[in-house]
């Protein structure tokens, strides 16, 4: 992997290409809307999350070209501390339950993803905040009548 030269933009777009693999319908399209609004959460909560000197260089990344300003400059890192906000605020919050599903299964998955290709040891604040927020999803989804299948 080129995790020394990754952004989120280029992560997202490799984890997304996979996770649509294989993928048709009703499901595709989930797949679809849950990278949407992870990528919609980036982009609000950068600014929030990142350093001074990141957010001057997404200041003027968002000068040239506005549209994902955030996930071409931040590290995919800045992943770990945007799971929670993902998964807990309603803004990103699917209104289908087969959606919310996917949504949850994606975090997962790229919480591993994550977890492999970061440096040992570092982020498990963040790593077990997004864990404790994707288990927090899925008892929501559990919960919910309509999520009955």
Known sequence: MRWFRDDIETTLTEFFAGRRR??????????RLVEQLLRDCVEAVADELLGPD???LLAAER???PDGA?????RPALLIDV?????TDERWRPA???ERRAQV????????HLVEVLPPGEHVDGIRA?????????????SDPRSVR
């Open 83 to 87: 799971l929670p906000r993902y998964l």
């Open 22 to 31: 294989g993928c048709a319908g009703r499901r595709l399209a989930s797949v």
């Open 105 to 112: 299964l994606a975090a997962g998955a790229l919480v591993r």
């Open 130 to 142: 997004a864990a404790a927020a994707i288990e927090e999803a899925a008892l929501r989804i559990r």
């Open 54 to 56: 990141e957010r001057t």
């Open 70 to 74: 955030a996930a071409r400059v931040a």
């Open 96 to 98: 289908q339950p087969e």
């Open 63 to 65: 000068q040239f070209a």
